[in-house]
């Protein structure tokens, strides 16, 4: 078969002949494929880049992935959890499966690798770096998932007793969070979306129904909870909703597990910080390229 393709500028084209098979490592590339009815015999295109290959050096890494490549680095031995000891100990069915590398770089909170606790080294630079990318001003990495931090926000702004309003469809962990906080809900129902049978995001206008009905019923209303993007990715109106909040004191939350890509490309759509939002929480494992179960916490610090 005859392969060719179609890429970008600054790529030249070496022509070579290969049979039965082609090795080409080129993402996103067109392929037009026409094969020999008798035999497989490819026209194969190898691409290389013109342009010079700069490897990084470790003052041009993230500040967390330099901290762990010079804490590997150093090869001491490890008198210290995680058990798999840099992975010599770690179990063969995983190590035939990934292989030593990845378990180099698994790593418990050692003094070079900065403390969640009180950060004051390269964790503290990479949260710093996360929250001017995000625009927030202040940002927390998690490792249990946007749970942890949904969580983690309800705590912070209620208390027992307090009212919080939130939709009916919210993730579980907010539920938790609302049990945690001793705070009382009050819910909203999102409208139907009959055309595809989902729920649909929380309007303005039940936002404020919702804050008018708990201020006669003698409530004091300590935060409005919000899911936007729901999981089918509906969005609500933060802007507005936001804007309603503030106008009565009430900080918002947006649980915005889904949404962590929105900031990088402009038809997508606005934030929840960038809609007004106080406290957003992402989950950057879902929609981005973090490992599993990480997520991040932002404030937008207007409260």
């Not at 139907?192 to 936002?207: C, E, L, M, R």
């Not at 910080?273 to 490992?291: E, M, N, P, R, Y």
């Amino acid at each position: 078969m005859s392969l060719s393709l179609s890429i970008g500028d600054g790529w030249s084209f070496c022509r070579l002949r290969k049979t039965p098979t082609a090795n080409l490592y080129v993402p996103g590339a067109k392929i037009g494929i026409h094969k020999n009815v008798n035999h497989l015999e490819e026209d194969t295109t190898t691409i290389i880049n013109d342009k010079p290959i700069t490897v990084p050096t470790s003052s041009d890494l993230p500040p967390l992935v330099r901290a762990l490549k010079a804490s590997a680095e150093r090869n001491a031995v490890a008198f210290h959890f995680p058990g798999h000891k840099r992975g010599e100990a770690a179990p063969s069915s995983m190590t035939q499966l990934i292989g030593k590398k990845p378990f180099l770089h698994d790593f418990t909170d050692l003094s070079e690798l900065d403390s969640f606790y009180c950060s004051n080294g390269p964790l503290l630079e990479a949260t710093k770096l996360a929250a001017e990318l995000f625009g927030a001003k202040e940002t927390w990495f998690l490792v249990g998932g946007t749970s942890c931090g949904v969580q983690a926000a309800i705590m912070a702004t209620c208390s027992p007793g307090d009212t919080i309003i939130l939709p009916r469809n919210a993730h579980i962990s907010a539920t938790t969070g609302v049990i945690f906080s001793g705070a009382v809900p009050k819910y909203i129902n999102p409208e139907h979306n009959t055309d595809w049978d989902i729920a649909s995001g929380v309007t303005p206008a039940q936002v404020s129904s919702a804050i008018k009905e708990s201020e006669m019923e003698g409530r004091k209303v300590a935060a409005v909870f919000v899911t936007s993007p729901t999981y089918n990715g509906i969005c609500s109106n933060v802007s507005e909703i936001s804007k309603i909040c503030h106008s009565q004191g009430i900080p918002l939350i947006v649980d915005e597990a889904h949404g962590a890509h929105f900031k990088f490309h402009p038809e997508m759509p606005k934030t929840a910080l960038d809609q007004g939002a106080d406290i957003s929480i992402q989950s950057t494992h879902k929609v981005l390229c973090s490992f599993s179960q990480s997520s991040m916490l932002h404030i937008s610090g207007k409260r």
